[in-house]
């Protein structure tokens, strides 16, 4: 049940501390007497390690925060011994439980009002309006069990959740890379207009979007409770999470774990664990959200409420038992697959290889890393995947358990592919399908026809913007012009339905002088200097890719220029399920196919031989 696998961390008091009724500053001596059996199920807010429920009661005492407090001495549901005294706000939803023990020290209540008055003044939400519950995963790519046929993957809970969703199989990000794509498709902009293609630059940059309506902002001024919580926003893109314009109350910060350590670590990055759950950013993070929603609930509102998970991205520090998932002697895993194509498409261009941080082994696009380490980093992957499945699950199983199901909107999506091993690969930053493409699933409860089904719509994470709008009942003139994207909502009455032909994304390259890579991030290098970019488009039976010199100052590649065209892609994708992560995309066959060749280009000609901007400034 919910007491026994949720509670929650230091920190959520911060979301709740505007919004607790103390019982007048009473000192309680002693503690009262306990309830035997009984569990109260609201969401706890910290939960001190402690051995017996009478320790539990004293530190419910010595908290004034504390209102209740529910003590189970196993929580044998997820497979560990940790903290099993959960210090709760307010006394509420008192439910049997065999093994549990209880008791009330204040006489807290929650308010059914929001705690951070929404400023600007917000209007009225459309009549009947849906909630939302916004789901961002690091690093996930689409393999998972039910949803994209991925069956050497654990992931149960997002099976169930796909069983009642609409799965997008061919769903793309605008930028293969954290900060950029959560720029673009949280504020509803391509790349090529928030300018963002490094870990420096935001929308919010003055001259750029100082002005624009970000997706949780738009909830927030008509009317609905915007929470978030992790990494919804890249850190510090824009400043602290765009608090307070997109936010009511930003209830988790924006972190993740220590890390791996040294007596776990198998190889780098590969680390089961064995501490317990409350050391998870992500298991805490999932518990507060859970908390948030229950918060929600009590707003007579509709609310938007944001979780940003960090796992699967490296380090993989998940606790033990997700390793153990798939099978292994302790040190490697067995039978694990791999690529079946360990190094670079034959005929790719240079610019299309990035040397990656991971693993420490000199490899390149000729030269793949050893298949036992490609295995191990295999390993910690799947495992981190399992992790976020069982994490995905605590809130998904929150949100029903208070009863928010049938009215709530639910969005999960990856903010980027990743490669593991395909192309020689291992990490993002790729204009390859890999690269690019990501697990786009969502539930509308109210449109029957999408629940259990795929479709082959070619979707963008742009279209997130338009859609959750559609879904939740706004029209298309409520949102403000400059929004980019398509509206996906009528895929959701029939799945067969194509509303978009193509899907677009880019990626910066910044290689030493003189050379076109490996080494060409563009992290920590400013747009002014930022010397090549790679446009690809992908339709029904094609990805074209073309990287091109870019002029940062006019933020514009060199599309009337021949000088400027420095490599082509062409990969056929007839037949291409999304399935098979490997058959696709080995062989550029640009040359064997001009007329094709010659039909994107101009597809992407008319996407981005756009000038968004007069003069970019030195940043």
């Known amino acids: 049940g919910l007491v026994s696998e949720m509670g929650s961390a230091n920190g959520l008091w911060a979301g709740f501390c505007a919004v607790i009724l103390a019982a007048g500053g009473e000192t309680v001596p002693a503690c009262p007497s306990t309830l035997a059996g009984r569990c109260f199920k609201t969401p706890g807010y910290r939960f001190p390690s402690v051995s017996t429920p009478s320790d539990c009661c004293q530190a419910c005492v010595s908290d004034t925060h504390c209102g209740a407090w529910t003590y189970v001495p196993a929580v044998v549901e997820i497979g560990g011994s940790t903290s099993a005294c959960h210090l709760k706000v307010a006394a509420e939803n008192d439910t049997a439980c065999s093994t549990g023990t209880s008791g009330i020290v204040r006489n807290h209540t929650l308010p059914p009002n929001s705690p951070t008055p929404p400023s600007p003044s917000p209007g009225p939400a459309p009549a009947n309006a849906l909630s939302v519950l916004f789901l961002v995963v690091d690093d996930l790519r689409p393999e998972l069990a039910a949803a994209y046929g991925q069956t050497h993957l654990v992931t149960p809970h997002l099976d169930k959740f796909a ?48 002005n624009w309506t970000a997706l949780p902002e738009f909830f927030k001024n008509n009317g609905y409770y915007v929470a978030g919580g992790g990494k919804v926003y890249h850190p510090g893109k824009p400043p602290n999470n765009d608090s ?51 918060l929600a609930s009590r707003m007579n509102k509709p609310f938007f409420v944001a979780a940003g998970l960090r796992r699967p991205h490296r380090v993989w520090h998940v606790p033990r038992r997700f390793y153990d998932m798939y099978p292994n002697n302790g040190t490697d ?17 240079e610019l299309a290889y990035i040397d990656n941080a991971w693993p420490s082994f000199d490899y390149n696009q000729s030269v793949p890393i050893p298949d036992r380490i490609a295995a191990l980093g295999r390993w910690g992957y799947y495992a981190s995947v399992s992790f976020t499945d069982f994490n995905l699950g605590l809130i998904l199983q929150g949100l029903d358990e208070i009863g928010l ?63 959750l709008a559609g879904l ?43 050379t076109l890579g490996p080494e060409s991030a563009c992290n920590t290098v400013p747009l002014l200097k930022i010397p090549y970019m790679g446009f690809t488009v992908r339709v029904d039976a094609w990805r074209y890719t073309a990287w091109l010199a870019f002029d940062g100052a006019t933020n514009t590649a060199g599309w009337d220029d021949p000088r400027a065209l420095i490599g082509e892609e062409l ?10 992560f490997d058959a696709f995309e080995n062989v550029n066959v640009v040359t064997e196919n001009t007329v094709v060749r010659d039909e994107l280009m101009q597809r992407l000609r008319a996407r981005f031989a756009v000038n968004t901007t007069t003069t970019v400034g030195e940043s």
């Open 244 to 294: 307070p314009r997109s936010w009511d109350v930003y209830f988790k910060s924006n972190g993740d774990d220590a890390g791996c350590r040294k007596n776990e670590t198998i190889y780098d990055n590969v680390c089961p664990s064995d501490e317990p759950l409350s050391s998870f950013y992500d298991w805490v993070l999932a518990n507060e959200t859970v908390a948030q929603l229950e």
């Open 163 to 210: 069983a009642t969703a609409l799965t997008f199989t061919r769903a793309m990000v605008q930028f293969s890379h954290c900060s950029p794509s959560r720029n673009s498709f949280l504020s509803g902009r391509s790349p090529q207009y928030t300018r963002t293609y490094n870990f420096i630059n935001s929308f919010r940059d003055q001259g750029v979007g100082e």
């Open 405 to 467: 199901t049938d009215r709530t909107v639910v969005s999960l999506i990856g903010d980027h592919g990743w490669e593991l091993g395909e192309h020689g690969e291992w990490c993002k930053r790729t204009n390859f399908e890999v690269g690019v493409r990501i697990p786009y699933i969502i539930r509308a409860p109210h449109m029957p026809a999408s629940a259990g089904q795929q479709t082959a719509e070619l979707a963008e994470a742009l279209d997130l913007y338009r859609t």
């Open 571 to 580: 990969y056929a994708h007839a037949n291409d399920t999304g399935v098979d």
């Open 333 to 349: 895993p067995i039978g694990m697959p791999l690529a079946k194509y360990k190094t670079g498409s034959v005929g790719m261009p």
């Open 472 to 514: 939740t009942g706004f029209s298309a003139d409520a949102i403000e012009p400059g929004v980019e994207g398509t509206d996906l909502s009528p895929v959701f009455n029939d799945p067969s339905t194509i509303v978009k032909d193509a899907a677009f994304s880019q990626m910066a390259r910044c290689p030493a002088v003189g």
